[in-house]
């Protein structure tokens, strides 16, 4: 090993040291701040701070909720989810079970982000307007939404109840499975 | 970076030593173990698949063996004592997912295969209740099942010289040593952002393992991939769409029937460039005849079902290949649904048997096919001798022997756009992938099948990779009679049943033939012994949840018979238990909403492996 490199190596292990053991007690930590994220459950430590309450822009939307179904069509959501939301490969969204939460705010991030068993990442690939009608229309397959602004029956084979006519009793929940 | 290279040189230099070590000692191991299922295991030549196949007391691959009979010759177990027949032992596989494929037994080690995640785990049957040898984890991605269109299933593993051979969902070939459970090489071969997974159980023949993948259902191109067996690097690889050049189809390519004659056919048979996203995966049953040395195999569906978005006959999907295995060349080929409208697949497995036809004797292969009718074909020349419907069947009307050509009903053609009623058999057709047994004692075919008709709607759909490729709106429904399943005997030279036993439930098992003692198992969970001539039932044993899993027989080390099944609800119609889904969408589970709610009240998921003898629980 030439002398330079020798050189080189202890100037950079020193450098890399330095950096290593560095303990900073004047700056606050990047999550100092009060966390807006979505959270997936409902147990916290210490007190509870509220759950966050963010609804679908178009959850009163008729248009809005009229594209969501369009696109749960057209993004192939029908292939893994069932045409009216039963299920298939991939989890019924018709059911009051929700394993990721069925606040609007957690369905958005379930579509957005992925998740690891089987859920594509769809952000950055659709807008994000795209998936916020989206989420009004997955909330409408369960009747999280207002029924006078759900879609109404399908022009194709008829497979299940209309989303309009899906009575809106059912729970908002925050994952639980 | 030197240092590295330097550590690896060493780990080397004393892997190499161990295993010196390992081989030096292994001669001595063997010798010592002086049960009779071990010797027969490891001696010498025995350890080649060729001839093991034929030893009745092992069950070293899926089908049993090269003829995919599912049949065994072992007599201990017979229609008077099956009745005193009990639980030897029981292994939970902690995995809820539908458990299809057998078990294997090597010598004195069981080994099974579980659903993704797909764990290989290898028991000791010399000692008392079996006890986990080791196991194997591949860690298969969790983002895999998001790709698996029908549950994530495992149809098993194959096991040739000293190692056992397996696919993990994630599109991953494995060879794994039989004796220890280290891994020798693993092959990637398939993109989950593709939509390709792997869920077939390999065939090994002369030092190659065949494997295809899965995927039917997300536009991905089928191909059959050879492995060279000591390297894991791939042999040849034949697509089931696109040029011939990638077809592996020249020179010596016979097909029987002028519609598969032609340049290029797998191209030309398609519009534009659908080709590339055409399914023809090949998911199903391989066979392999010795003596002509032709490996068979099936192609699934064309993709998308919706088939308005794929004029043509779309060369070379829902159709059956016979190749050589050293090259993969292709012989012959035959198309049992040209252009298919149904998502009837051609992967059935493909029973090789000779039998006395018209004054001598045939070398024939038996397919009970998805789209209603059971072939007997010439496994030499791809003609079709026979074509007989084993279901109620009114989307065909059987097959022009001419031409070779399925012979469509124009009323039941599916359109783009409008429902068509009562198209019988359904997508999952008459008989989906679970496996038939062939009694060479009876003559009998053995078939767990359905009897499901739907309402299909094609729908528009676009391609986007790792997504659903299909566009169909479809909905089960049992067939005439209201029953969903039969268990058939099937008579392949009289063309009729022998006698036929119906079941509330589609009949998703396989079915295994032990000499005089026909096995199976329901979706309700119970595991059945009927007699193989008369059908009359023997003996049922109520299974922990409803049985998709194979059943199979060996010869134990303490020289009894046993009988081997996993329980286990899944797979396509069982994911509405597996997978929770919500059968007020008659949609769900692609189509098995509209029938199959009472699946739901009827059992419940959970994978446990069950052996059955005689005396056994006493």
Redesign the interface.
Known sequence: MGRFTFALVCTMAATLGCERETRRYTELPAAANRSTAVRLTTLQPGSPQPISNVQSPYQYNAYGLAEGKRLY????C???H???????????L??D?WIYGSHADQIFSSISQ?R?????SFGGHIPDQQIWQLVGYVQSLAGLVSQDAATSRND??I???PENRIEGTKQIQTGHR | MGIRAQRRGLFLTVAGIAFMISACQKPTSDTVQQSPASARALSGSLADPARLQQDDGQWVMSAKNYAATRFSSLGEITPANVKQMGVAWTFSTGVTAGHEGPPLVVGDTMYLVTPWPNILYAFDLTKPGAPIKWQYDPKPL????????CDIVNRGAAYANGAIFFNALDGRTMSIDAATGKERWVTQLTDINRGETMTMAPLVVKGKVFVGNSGG?FGVRGWLTALDADSGKTAWRAYSTGPDKDVLIGPTFKPHYDSDRGKDLGITTWPGEAWRIGGGTVWGWLSYDPEADLLYYGTANPGPWNPEQRPGDNKWTAGMFARSPDTGEARWFYQTSPHDLYDHDGVNEMVLADLQMNGGTRKVLMRADRNGLLYVIDRLTGEVLSATPFVPVNSNKGVDLKSGRLIPVKEKESKQ?M?VRDICPAAPGAKDEQPMAFSPKTGLLYIPHNNVCM?F?G?A??Y?A?????GA?V?YKAGPGGNRGFFTAWDPLAGKPKWQIKESFPVWSGALVANDVVFYGTMEGWFKAVDANTGQLLWQFKCGSGIIGHPMAFKGPDGHEYIAVTAGIGGWPG?IVS????????????GW??MLADLKKTTTKGGMLYVFTVGGGT
């Open positions: 069509a057209a993004y192939n029908a292939g893994c069932g045409v009216a939301g039963g299920g298939a490969i991939g989890p019924a018709m059911d079970k992925g690891p068993d089987g859920m594509p194709d084979q497979v299940g109840k | 969790g983002a895999a099942k998001g790709v698996a269109c259902e756009g429902v309402d709607e729908t759909v676009s986007i790792g997504t659903p490729y299909v709106s909905v994911a997978a929770d889904l919500d059968p007020r969408d008659a949609t769900a589970g692609n909403g509209g």
